[in-house]
């Protein structure tokens, strides 16, 4: 599925298939309960499946409106997965937008800005972040790096 990674229980029909039951349109809180218990199986049994960790964070923190849920699997990824700038993103967001727990956003805002490939602007947003959650040396120094 993806170059990196090696064909596993990920790659096969369980793995697509909770993934593609959390990106359905008519979809219930339910659904989406039942899709996280899923992907948190599928990777249980394939954790080299990084798409998962990735869809089921960003879909249950935006769309599904479960930041608690969303939170657990991208940080579950994230004990895999160190290098995957977007799941520490997927969690400052939860955090900042959905939980209000700045000093949390900020944290994990600054991990995803270090890692390889992660976008400039990152960098500067979690500086933002930390200042917002009252630590404005911390920021600058976080800048100075």
Known sequence: MHGHEPVGAGDGI??????????????????????????????????????????????????????????AISTKGMRVHPDIWQLPLVVGYDYFYELHDVRAAARYFRMAAVLPGAPEYLGKLAARMTVEAGDPDAALEFLQR
């Open 14 to 71: 369980g793995g697509v298939a909770a993934v593609q039951h959390l990106g359905e349109l008519k979809q219930t809180g339910s659904g989406y309960r039942w899709a996280y218990h899923a992907v948190d199986v599928v990777t249980d049994v394939d954790p080299a499946f990084a798409f998962a960790y990735q869809a089921a964070g960003t879909i249950l923190g935006v769309w599904a409106g479960l930041p608690h849920e969303s939170i």
